[in-house]
């Protein structure tokens, strides 16, 4: 990887243009924890709950250490009995499957829409059994899912609703954030995300009172108060002081990097509209374009990988084998064909770069690339 990295033209990514520009920010936050002697469950992580807590406009946010587990935590903390199903989509990552599993709880999948590769209210609807007994949206890609629909169908079925907002911080419907719909919102601050820590970290947000408290819980070891275990499934996971600190630094920057990133979108769509075989993204109010991912047809989309590689220009594919077909899920019993707009994405989506710090020359390369792959290939 580092040696293809240094003759590339245009990274897919670059976390050190995001460093740089920020260095003495970050670094102040550091080297504040590391002389305060403090360094797990303290002020930073407190003040970072608030201010993540209010940014998003819920009464509580619950620090810990990853993305994968907030959405367990936020599982466990609903109670619900063990092998319960619970719906989530196919063509994300696979995270939330992860996560349904290690909550002793059972992943099922509902196929998304294609245009907007989010779940789609009927497909949902159509999936929910009498052993439904949770949801786990994901607003994929920064695109957020149409969640009034889908929250308008979880409650017709008495069902609770979690959001995965690990591709989407700050992306809003109707001007309220996405997160902040269903029971409970869960967060990934890895460092690529659209809001990232220099490590692990993710956050949980509610508005319940209990389920808030049953959270701080759970994040640490179960504990009512030190010692005393209360909740049974507790485990350690935790943001710790230096990620809170370094998350403090960043935040007051999400809202205009999401409007650089808003931008460079534009900037692909304007420059990629006439381009034959490719699917652009929408440009939905709202959408936070964690990833800029279009849609290459004609069986074409690793061949034109190729090209932009042999040019070096980065891209990836969010994601290439749909979780109900990976064999770590071969127990839940899917077969090929049972989710075909997610098999027939994970064929054909290519993500191209798209960070804040990209610049329009580069944008304009990638699209030279991409154009002149097509017309190659087509040829
Ligand atoms: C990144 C991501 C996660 C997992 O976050 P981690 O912090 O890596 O555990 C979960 N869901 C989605 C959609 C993600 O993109």
């Known amino acids: 990887m580092s040696s293809s990295a240094s003759t590339q033209q245009v990274p897919f990514n670059d976390l050190q243009r995001q460093y740089r520009a920020q260095q003495a920010q970050i670094e102040a936050a550091v080297q504040r924890v590391l002389r305060s002697g403090w360094y797990i469950l303290g002020p930073e992580l407190a003040a970072f709950e608030q201010e993540w807590a209010a940014y998003c406009g819920a009464r509580h946010c619950v620090g810990v250490g990853n993305g994968t587990e907030a959405l367990h935590l936020a599982l466990r903390a609903l109670d619900l009995p063990p092998g319960a199903e619970v719906i989530t989509v196919a063509n994300a990552g696979g995270y939330g499957a992860i996560a349904i599993r290690q909550a ?16 789609s209210p009927p497909a949902l609807e159509a999936a929910i059994t009498p052993r439904t007994r949770a949801i786990l949206v994901v607003h994929l890609y920064g695109r957020p899912a149409p969640i009034e629909e889908l929250l308008a169908v979880a409650e017709r079925h008495g069902l609770p609703l979690i959001e995965d907002c690990a591709q989407a911080h700050g992306a809003r419907v109707a001007g309220r954030m996405t997160g902040t719909f269903g029971r409970l919102g869960c967060f990934s601050f890895y460092p690529t995300k659209n809001l990232g820590a220099l490590g692990d970290a993710g956050a949980i947000i509610t508005d319940d009172d209990r389920l808030a408290a049953k959270l701080r819980r759970l994040r640490a070891y179960g504990w009512e108060r030190k010692y005393y275990s209360l909740d049974p499934g507790g485990i350690n996971s ?26 460079r979108a534009a900037w692909y769509r304007r420059l990629l509209a006439d381009v034959p075989g490719i699917t652009l993204p929408d440009d939905l109010p709202g959408h936070v374009f964690h990833l800029f991912v279009i849609q290459v047809h004609g069986g074409q989309r690793d061949a034109v990988r190729q090209v932009l590689a042999a040019r070096g220009i ?29 098999e027939r994405l994970a064929e054909t989506v290519l993500s191209l770069p798209c960070f804040p710090e990209l610049s329009y020359a580069e944008v304009e390369t990638v699209c030279r690339a991409l154009k002149e792959a097509i017309a190659a290939l087509a040829a």
Do not use: C, I
């Not at 002793?104 to 779940?119: I, M, Y």
């Not at 999400?254 to 409007?259: I, K, P, Q, T």
């Open 314 to 342: 980065g891209s990836e594919v969010h994601y290439p084998m749909p979780t109900h077909l990976q064999p770590a899920f071969d127990e839940l019993g899917y077969e090929a064909g049972e989710l075909p707009v997610s």
């Open 104 to 119: 002793g709880l059972t992943p099922r999948f509902a196929d998304v829409d294609e245009a907007t590769h989010n779940l």
């Open 238 to 263: 935790r943001l710790d002081e230096v990620q809170a600190a370094v998350l403090r630094a960043k935040l007051p920057q999400l809202e205009r990097w999401n409007a650089l990133r808003r931008e």
